[in-house]
C-alpha cells in the first residue's frame, strides 16, 4: 500500500521561513506529479504549487507565487515546499498527493487530480 508522509511544519513568526517534506513509499515516484494543497479551518482546500513528474514544470497558487518554492528528489523519493516570509494567512494544515500522467511535464492544479494524500502537517504562523 502507498504511504505519503508529510512532514516539517511547525510554529513560526511572520517572516520566517519554513521548509515542508512529502515523502511517499511509491516504488512510481520518479513518474508522479506531486501537489501540495492546504486547509485552513472553516476554509476549503486550495491550491499551493506542484511539480511535474519530470522536475521542469511547476506551478503556484496565486497567495504563494514569490514566497514559495517547490522541487523534487528522485533519489529520496521527496518533494519539498520552501516557504518564505510565512504570513499568519499561511497558517494551515499542509498536504500532499501524487498524480499520474501521461505527460511528465504536465501539473496538476485541481484537488482531484491528485490521490494518495498524507495526514498532512500543521503550519502555525504567529504575528
Known amino acids: 500500500q502507498v504511504r505519503t508522509v508529510e512532514s516539517g511544519g511547525g510554529l513560526v513568526q511572520t517572516g520566517a521561513s519554513l521548509r515542508l517534506s512529502c515523502s511517499t513509499s511509491?516504488?512510481?515516484?520518479?513518474?508522479?506529479?506531486v501537489g501540495w494543497f492546504r486547509e485552513a479551518p472553516g476554509s476549503g482546500r486550495e491550491y499551493v504549487a506542484g511539480?511535474?513528474?519530470?522536475?521542469?514544470?511547476?506551478f503556484y497558487g496565486s497567495t504563494v507565487k514569490g514566497r514559495f518554492a517547490i522541487s523534487r528528489d528522485n533519489a529520496v523519493k521527496t518533494v519539498y515546499l520552501q516557504m518564505n516570509s510565512l504570513r499568519p494567512g499561511d497558517t494551515a494544515r499542509y498536504y500532499c498527493?501524487?498524480?499520474?500522467?501521461?505527460?511528465?511535464?504536465?501539473?496538476?492544479?485541481?484537488?482531484?487530480?491528485?490521490?494518495?494524500w498524507g495526514q498532512g502537517t500543521q503550519v502555525t504562523g504567529s504575528a
Open positions: 498527493g501524487t498524480a499520474s500522467f501521461r505527460d511528465s511535464d504536465q501539473v496538476g492544479v485541481e484537488w482531484y487530480d491528485y490521490d494518495y
Open positions: 511539480i511535474s513528474a519530470s522536475g521542469k514544470s511547476t
Open positions: 511509491d516504488r512510481t515516484f520518479d513518474d508522479l506529479a
